[in-house]
Each structure stands twice: as C-alpha cells, then as structure tokens.
C-alpha cells in the first residue's frame, strides 16, 4: 500500500529531525495493517479526510481484496475467491459454482470524503490471470448504504454502440459520485497498439475512458477512433483521473 509506505518513511524521517521540531509535529501515526496477516503486499491506496483507508492487499486465501479501514475496523468489502452473485458482485454468499468469482484488483482503489469507493476487479477466479489484460474485468462502486454496486460489467452496453468486454487499471470517484473508468471495447478504427481482435465481430479490442453518474448512466469520455485536435484521431485512452 504505497500511500502508507509513504507515510511510514515520513515517520522515520520526522524521528531523526530535532526534539523540538517534533514536539509541534501535527501529525499522529495509526497501524492500519501489518504485512503478517496477508499475503506479501499492499496495492496504491485511498486516505481521505474523513480518516479513512481504502487498500487492497494480497490475501492469504488467494488472490486480492478491497479493505476499508475506519475508525479501527477492517471491513473486507470485496474479496478473490468469493463467488460473484447479481451479476457480477463480490461477496461471500455460496453460489452455484458456475458463477464467476472474484479473483485480483486492477488498483489502486479509490474513495472519496464523502465515503464512497470505487474499484476495479477480475472475475476469473485466483488462479487466472484476465488474458489479454484487463478482458472480464468489472468496476464496481460501494457505500456503507448500499454496499457494492456494478458500475460497468462485461457484456453491458457501450454508448454508442457495442458491448464492454472488461477494464484496466485506475478508477476515480470525486465527491460528486461520478466513477471514472477504464473500458474495453470492440472498435474498427485503425489504432496502433492493439492487435488483439474483438471477440466477436469485427475489429480490436482497445481501451476508452468513460464516466458512470451516480444513478449508473454511462457516458463515454473519449474512445479509440474519436476525432483529435489537429486533424488525427485517438488510439488509447485511459487512466480517467478526476480529483
């Protein structure tokens, strides 16, 4: 979890300055999570100023998982290996075994001060990596209201046309509700890094960046293909970022 990395080197760099500059240190040091009871790793990270932490480490049940820290409790909001239910959720509940399961985070993990999160997470299982990347990928939004929530699931429609066949990396949730994302989607115009073909129709797979409203409406950002300032066009967009 690199923010917390982050702050624990600021730790040890504020133990070596003078006595006296400590003692006006505005800043309290809280462990929100040791190493030893997960599996190796933290993923990037969410504080916000509301005190709360928003991480996905490595698990050692297999695969990864989506924790909020708050206020002293862990809650494991999603989790690698737990069946997926009401297309595409992550949770504990048994399901039939031919429901998809939640396997790894495509981080970081986002949240905003108004305790809304956002994150990204494959559905093949802890033993499968999504190839190509990112394909069978969902995004998902959650709130202690409403729990977790599908943003964008694969075979959902596309604006304009077409289906989602899955994310990437990289989720934004501002304080108004909006998810910003990562979408896979089949196109037909001439892109020059994907040579992956759609999986049914014609075309490539590539990647756009859309917004999701907070009532679930999808509206794309900019897509492979769209006409670019100067007479071009663009061939990856991603990583949609809003503060």
Not at 2 to 27: E, M, N, T
Not at 101 to 126: E, K, L, W
Not at 158 to 183: K, L, M, Q, R
Request: hydrophobic letters at 40%; one cysteine or more; charged letters at 15%.
């Amino acid at each position: 979890m690199r923010i917390l990395r982050v702050l624990l080197f600021s730790a040890v760099a504020v133990a070596s300055i003078s006595g006296a500059a400590l003692a006006q240190s505005p800043y309290t040091f809280i462990p929100i999570a040791n190493l030893s009871d997960y599996g190796g790793y933290f993923e990037p990270a969410t504080i916000t100023n509301a005190d709360d932490a928003l991480f996905a480490p490595a698990l050692l049940t297999g695969g990864e998982g989506v924790l909020l820290w708050h206020h002293g409790t862990i809650t494991r909001i999603a989790q690698g290996g737990q069946p997926t239910f009401d297309n595409g959720l992550c949770y504990p509940p048994t399901m039939p075994s031919d429901c998809p399961v939640c396997g790894f985070t495509y981080s970081p993990v986002q949240m905003n001060d108004h305790g809304d999160a956002a994150f990204v997470m494959s559905r093949d299982g802890i033993n499968n990596d999504p190839s190509p990347d990112g394909i069978d990928v969902g995004v998902y939004r959650y709130n202690r209201r409403t729990g977790v929530v599908p943003v964008m699931l694969p075979g959902m429609s596309a604006p304009d046309g077409g289906i989602f066949w899955g994310s990437w990396h990289f989720v934004s949730v501002p304080n108004n509700g909006e998810v910003y994302f990562t979408g896979m989607a089949c196109t037909t115009a001439t892109v020059s890094y994907s040579s992956v073909a759609c999986p049914e129709g014609p075309g490539v797979l590539a990647l756009g960046a859309y917004k999701a409203d907070p009532r679930g409406n999808i509206s794309a950002l900019v897509k492979p293909g769209d006409a670019a300032p100067g007479g071009s066009y663009f061939d990856f967009a991603n990583q949609p970022i809003r503060e």
